[in-house]
């Protein structure tokens, strides 16, 4: 029994560490470790995510059909192979489109209170 | 290389078990599918914590991870549990299909609460599809329902620690320090005590000694002797003998003087131990003529040649001769080497490198030098009492046969009880200290578990009126204090973690094995039981007290009788009582060893040692094979360094004034001689004129050596005053002549006396450290005795000079092929001569200075605690004119009997225990009066600081106040 497919506004809006591994992958397949290096050097140091965590938020965007595990490759072994891959699906792009979609209506919307300077102007 | 392995090698196995452990608390499909990709990324940011900031963040990290791992477990359980529960009471938005948690946060992120619901119903709803049931067995569901319920329990405990921070902040600390203490001494004491050693069969290896009848003396076997003994097959199967050795190693880097032993073929059938990589010694490589052959111990392996197995095969310059490299000895085979005393170190040095023990022909008839050490596995089905007699019978069918002989015996030890020896009694002391430490703090936080019950009697009653049953009661409470050990325990193998190498800085090499003390699993599994242990205590017993029958109802009647308070009182009483009295022994006791260690100290060692540093000096026979060329070179180094504005003088002794040098034999003029085992010794010391100034050795009478001493004069000795005291009892020893029957041997054909005549009187040195008694000594001319094997003492024109520095740069401009280290001061060598008292002192004060603030806090939790109860009697009191004296008498009289009795206790304790610190005590009666008296004025002195913020606070209830609040 395949369930139907979420609608995309369900998911909005999304917690900004899972953002933050969405836009990791949106920019190419990657492991673990490197989403934590990754996530780490964006934010400057900032977010320093621990494992459990990062799982937690791996199996929660698998779940929601936004990334999916790609097939480890044939030869890998030992460390290599426990390292498994992430891949961001095309309605992952989609949820990821609809959530900077989002939040760039919050920062408009926040420029037009003059909370911010609006940079697009 | 290996460097850079170790720091991106996977994490310590401590943590990586750890880790495992927690992940393995992950509801079963959750730990299939993620376990080891966590476990990977655990490893990959542990690797990546430990480059970027060592080992103390990496450390910090694991500990992080570990810790956040915990809740999302609990989460995960939560979600499988109500899964597994029926599917319409779950709490929609907390659910999903892979058990994993999903916080309030990033719910959002999950699809409708109908589609969710539909795909988490399905296994148990959809009987015609394939999907197998969860379940399959129900034993497996009874015991998910049972640890489901346990982290229910443990939830609950968690968020009363959440609610409450400062206590669970006190009591995890309080534990964890107890717990580490344990943890910390616990793995000394297994890897020193009971760690058994790494032979096949340790308990048919032993060790054979000789010793002199008279004195009881330990020393090494002759070779005459070791052949006999080795003839023996029927009471030991095989034996094998070793010694001392040590070569110049030269190769790539600068030349390093290695240090190791010669040991028979038989070496390794005795200890039942194979080579890393490589061979044996076989029986033909023993013979004068045989191979040049080596074996080379793992730490220098890896050190010098990155763990290579490619080494065996290859050949070593060893004094400027090729050795092939045959095997590779592993870490912890003891012993390579015996020390003239007949001790066998188990101390990491002397493990560089192996090469076969080669006795001369004749050696079978040399029953006079004492230089090998002797070891053998035991026949079958011999015991040791059987070897014994054995060995007897030998001794005295030789003392028949050689009467020069005579006055020797044997003795057989198994070699695992050698190394316990003076370790074991300090370290059952400290194991005894840290185990009371716990004590106190297990009773500080049962007082504070007490208090906080009554706090929460309301919660109880609470509880117990909604129908908790009483074990429900004491589950919750069990849980909760196994919930606080654990925590505490965590916390304390992080302490001991470090404690331990802190503890290993203090004593490199006093104690036996001490090298390979570490924090591994059985020590993990020792933590746990105490923890468990403690969990237990302190979680039945309260709610045992609190849930008696009668009180039960009494709780759900809400009743609050003032009886109950009195008992309460009583029992923190005695607990403060109980604390004052152990504290008490503990101080007395590390008071006792403070003492022992000032004494020590106090003790003169005869020279003068500010900044004078020992340099060993070996030169190879390959090169310096004359007499005349060692000399020539020493003095060569002598003038080069002294040409140093820096150096103030140099000289040149076989051994420093703290070695043993050795023993020797001598025969005064003039007097007959003496039977052989009435015979007279002396340590035998070779030392160039130098010696006496550059050490600060006092001249008593006479002269010592002047540059006139030489070959072509006649030789001179000089003598310390332990020597005139013991040999020359009312005669003047100036002026009397000697012989050293063992220079006659080294030097002359063995025959032709050469008489010594006695020039000087010296000041006593305590060349076996502070502790040990003073022993005659005779020093000889080093020109007149040429040695190359030597000691050379130099001492700084200034404090602050880079002395080792220049000392190498000197050496080295001279022969750089000559190797330098092992470079100490005797200030250095001297601390350590006392470090073993250091040890015991540092290690039990800590202990029992910690034991007095945790017995300081009982107080004060009690005291506060009782100002508390009596607020309102206090404030009756204050109105009716009560001075704030009388009010603090009150007080402070309610927390300092129960101090006074335990303390009074504590001290008739300590004096019945004391006796058990006698043989860790110098100069010191195990009833020092001084001690017993000061320590207990400590305890009043604790016990008035930490009641007096409590008492502060009585005499400053305002009367009003306090009767107003009811």
Not at chain 1, 18 to 46: M, N, P, T, W
Not at chain 2, 359 to 371: E, F, I, K, P, Y
Request: proline fraction near 6%; charge should be positive.
């Amino acid at each position: 029994v395949k369930p139907p497919k979420p609608n995309v506004n369900d998911l909005l809006p999304m917690s900004a560490v899972e953002f933050a591994v969405l836009l990791v992958l949106a920019d190419g397949d990657s492991h673990g470790y490197a989403i934590v290096k990754e996530i780490e050097a964006r934010s400057d140091g900032q977010i320093r995510l621990l494992p459990g965590n990062l799982y937690a938020i791996l199996q929660r965007l698998t779940d929601s059909r936004l990334i999916a595990r790609t097939a480890t490759a044939a030869g890998a072994t030992g460390a290599d192979k426990r390292r498994r891959n992430y891949r961001i699906t095309p309605f992952g792009r989609e949820v990821g489109a609809a959530e900077a979609t989002r939040m760039k209506r919050m920062v408009e919307a926040a420029a037009a209170s003059d909370l911010i300077e609006d940079a697009t102007r | 290389m290996s460097r850079r392995r170790e720091e991106n090698g996977p994490p310590p196995l401590v943590w990586r078990r750890l880790y495992a452990l927690l992940l393995r608390l992950y509801p079963e499909p959750v730990r299939r599918d993620a376990g080891p990709e966590m476990q990977q990324l655990f490893a990959d940011l542990y690797a990546d914590a430990r480059t970027r900031g060592g080992r103390l963040r990496a450390a910090a990290f694991a500990f992080r991870a570990c810790a956040e791992v915990i809740p999302r477990i609990i989460e995960a359980r939560r979600t499988i549990d109500s899964r597994g529960g029926s599917h319409r009471t779950i709490d929609s938005r907390r659910g999903n299909d892979s058990g994993w948690p999903a916080n309030a946060l990033s719910s959002a992120i999950h699809s409708t609460d109908s589609h969710r619901r539909s795909r988490m119903a399905a296994p148990a709803h959809d009987a015609s599809s394939r999907t197998p049931l969860p379940r399959a067995h129900p034993e497996e569901g009874r015991a998910t329902g049972m640890l489901d319920r346990l982290f229910h329990e443990l939830r609950y405990a968690l968020r009363t620690f959440r609610l409450n921070p400062g206590y669970f902040a006190v009591t995890v600390l309080t534990l964890a320090v107890g717990i580490g203490a344990n943890t910390a001494i616990f793995s000394v004491v297994k890897g020193v005590l009971l760690d058994t050693l790494p032979y096949q069969d340790p308990d048919r290896v032993v060790g054979i000694w000789q010793y002199t009848l008279s004195s009881g003396q330990r020393a090494r076997m002759t070779p005459g002797n070791f052949a006999d003994v080795r003839a023996m097959s029927d009471v030991f199967e095989s034996a094998a003998a070793f010694g001392f050795t040590s070569a110049t190693l030269i190769g790539a880097d600068s030349p390093e003087l290695i240090r190791g032993g010669r040991v028979s073929a038989s070496y390794f059938d005795v200890l039942g131990v194979q080579p890393l990589v490589g061979r044996p010694f076989r029986a033909d490589e023993e013979d004068p003529g045989g191979a040049r052959v080596t074996i080379i111990g793992e730490e220098l392996w890896a050190r010098r040649f990155a763990s290579d197995p490619g080494i065996v095969g290859t050949t070593l310059n060893l004094d400027g001769t090729p050795f092939e490299v045959v095997g590779v000895l592993p870490r912890g085979i003891y012993p390579t080497y015996a020390t003239v005393n007949g001790e066998t170190p188990f101390t990491p040095d002397n493990h560089d490198f192996l090469v076969p023990l080669r006795l001369a022909d004749d050696s079978s008839s040399n029953r006079r030098s004492h230089v090998l050490g002797a070891i053998a596995k035991l026949a079958a089905g011999v015991g040791i009492e059987r070897a014994n007699e054995a060995v007897g019978a030998l001794a005295a069918s030789l003392a028949e046969q050689h009467p020069e002989v005579a006055g020797e015996g044997f003795r057989v030890d198994l070699l695992k009880d050698e190394i316990t020896g003076g370790a074991q009694a300090a370290l059952l002391v400290l194991m005894g200290t840290v185990a009371v430490v716990l004590l106190i703090a297990a009773t500080n936080v049962a007082s504070l578990m007490l208090a906080r019950s009554d706090a929460r009697r309301s919660e109880i009653a609470v509880r117990a009126a909604l129908g908790a049953g009483r074990w429900a009661l004491i589950r919750q409470s069990l849980v909760e204090a196994l919930a606080l050990a654990g925590t505490g325990a965590a916390a304390g193998v992080a302490l001991a973690y470090f404690g331990v190498d802190r503890i290993k800085a203090l004593v490199p090499f006093q104690i036996p094995r001490m090298n390979e003390v570490g924090i591994d699993v059985p020590v993990l599994g020792f933590t746990v039981a105490v923890a468990l242990a403690v969990g237990a205590a302190l979680g039945v017993a309260p709610p045992i007290a609190a849930t008696r029958p009668g009180m039960l109802d009494r709780l759900r009647q809400g009743a609050r009788g003032l009886t109950a308070d009195g008992k309460r009182r009583r029992a923190q009483g005695f607990m403060v009582a109980a604390q004052a009295c152990m504290a008490v022994m503990l101080v007395i006791g590390a008071g006792l060893l403070v003492r022992t260690f000032l004494q020590i100290t106090r003790i003169d060692p005869g020279f003068s040692r500010a900044g004078v540093l020992a340099v060993p000096v070996s030169l190879p026979q390959t090169r310096y094979a004359g007499a005349g060329d060692a000399l020539a070179f020493f003095q060569r180094l002598e003038e080069t360094l002294t040409a140093s504005p820096a150096i103030a003088s140099v000289a040149f002794g076989y051994d420093h004034p703290l070695g043993k040098s050795w023993g020797d034999s001598f025969r005064i003029e003039g007097r007959p001689e003496p039977p052989p085992e009435a015979s007279m010794g002396a340590s035998f010391r070779p030392v160039t004129p130098g010696y006496f100034e550059t050490a600060g050795i006092l001249l008593i009478k006479g002269r010592i050596f002047e540059s006139t001493d030489g070959a072509a004069h006649p030789d001179v000795v000089v003598i310390n005053e332990a020597f005139a005291t013991q040999y020359f009892a009312g005669e003047e020893p100036i002026g009397q002549r000697m012989r050293i029957p063992s220079m006659e041997r080294m030097f002359g054909d063995g025959t032709t006396p050469r008489w010594f005549e006695i020039v000087g009187i010296v000041g006593n040195v305590r060349f076996n450290g502070p502790t040990e008694a003073v022993e005659p000594a005779m020093y000889v001319s080093i020109p007149q005795v040429p040695m190359s094997d030597v000691v050379m003492l130099v001492a700084p024109a200034r404090p602050g000079v880079d002395l080792p520095g220049a000392v190498r740069s000197a050496v080295w401009r001279l022969d750089p092929e000559l190797p330098v280290d092992n470079v100490r001061t005797l200030d250095v060598m001297l601390a350590e001569a006392v470090a073993r008292e250091r040890f015991n002192m540092l290690l039990v004060g800590f202990f029992a200075t910690i034991a007095l603030g945790l017995a300081g806090l009982g107080i004060y939790g009690l005291i506060a605690r009782l100002v508390h109860m009596q607020t309102k009697e206090i404030g009756i009191r204050v109105a009716l004119g009560a001075r704030r004296a009388q009010i603090l008498g009150l007080v402070l009289g309610g927390a300092l009997v129960p101090v006074v009795i335990g303390g009074g206790l504590g001290i008739a304790g300590a004096a019945g225990l004391s006796r058990l610190l006698a043989g860790l005590l110098y100069g010191v009666a195990a009833l020092d009066p001084t001690t017993f008296l000061l320590t207990p004025l400590l305890l009043v002195a604790t016990a008035l600081l930490a009641s007096y913020l409590p008492a502060r606070r009585a005499t400053r209830i305002d009367p009003v106040t306090a009767l107003r609040n009811d």
